[in-house]
């Protein structure tokens, strides 16, 4: 199975059941700690489903949001839950938003650069449709390490299917750590760049609750579940759950890290 049709990103639906749930708890300590004021225009980069967009609505009083990304079916999705009329979405890529020169005054990206082919035009772009002397911030999962839920899932899948490894996130997305992520943000101009880590519970109620979004054929894990017979699937799901382990009441409690940049285009 090849990259490209592994990061399948097909159902806001399914998204939202296998990692939105959990992109919305991060986004509220990442906001915080970007500390933009009230009544700025924002660009949600990769905006997906919306969640980042409706955070920002509901926290911060923006003057504006524009949500861009790529997939269609997100667009829909985010269109049809986001009846705020201070925000729009528009089809565009982060290489190429199709955004003015200076169009913002904030930009933020949950979630998404990793998946970007080529994170320095991305980030040029954000410099780019950023206004001088205002934030951008972007933050992506600690799939090496910090991900438990998924870190556990692919350590499983390769343990029966060495050849899994090669659609692994933590193999395959190396600028998922600080010193790499900072590193793209200074190289594409921006300055007083800072990291850190973002912690949050995941507790899912029951193993079906963990196991669920894995069927439903949207992300890399779920589409490499997908493109397994009967048989497999069946091993695969009861090797995760051997991994994850349960609490006596049945659920299951793990913990996902994100790393988080920010930094501002020169005045």
């Known amino acids: 199975m090849t990259a490209d049709k592994t990061d399948r990103w097909s159902s806001g639906a399914a998204y939202e059941a ?21 009544r700025r225009r924002w660009l949600d980069l990769g905006c997906g489903t919306g969640a980042l967009t409706e955070t920002i609505l509901e926290r911060l009083d923006p003057r504006s949001v524009i949500g861009v990304d790529p997939s269609a079916a997100f667009l ?5 839950r986001v009846l705020d009329p201070r925000a729009t979405f528009q089809a565009g890529s982060a290489e190429a938003t199709g955004l003015a020169d200076e169009a913002v005054d904030a930009v933020a990206s949950g979630l998404v650069l990793n998946f970007v082919p080529d994170i320095g035009a991305a980030l040029r772009e954000v410099r780019r449709v950023l206004a001088r002397g205002c934030t951008a911030g972007a933050y992506v999962w600690d799939y090496a390490d910090g991900m438990q839920f998924m870190r556990r899932f692919w350590d499983a ?21 600080p010193d790499r992520f900072s590193e793209a943000f200074e190289a594409a101009g921006l300055v007083d760049v ?8 995941t507790v899912f109620a029951s193993f079906d609750d963990l196991w669920s979004p894995f069927l439903g054929g949207t992300g890399p894990g779920p589409v490499y579940v997908a493109s397994l017979a009967e048989g497999p699937r069946a091993a695969l799901r009861d090797r ?3 991994a994850v382990g349960s609490e006596p009441d049945g659920s299951i409690h793990l913990r996902a890290r994100a790393w988080a940049v920010k930094g501002h285009r020169p005045a």
Do not use: C, K, M, N
């Open 194 to 201: 800072e990291a850190r880590a973002i912690d949050i519970p």
């Open 76 to 80: 829909d999705h985010a269109r049809a």
């Open 18 to 38: 296998y990692v939105g749930r959990w992109s919305r708890r991060v986004a509220v300590e990442f906001f915080d700690w970007l500390a933009v004021p009230a």
């Open 240 to 242: 995760y759950r051997e």
């Open 157 to 177: 899948a390769t343990d029966l299917d060495p050849a899994a490894g090669a659609l692994d996130e933590g193999a395959r997305f190396p600028i998922a750590s």
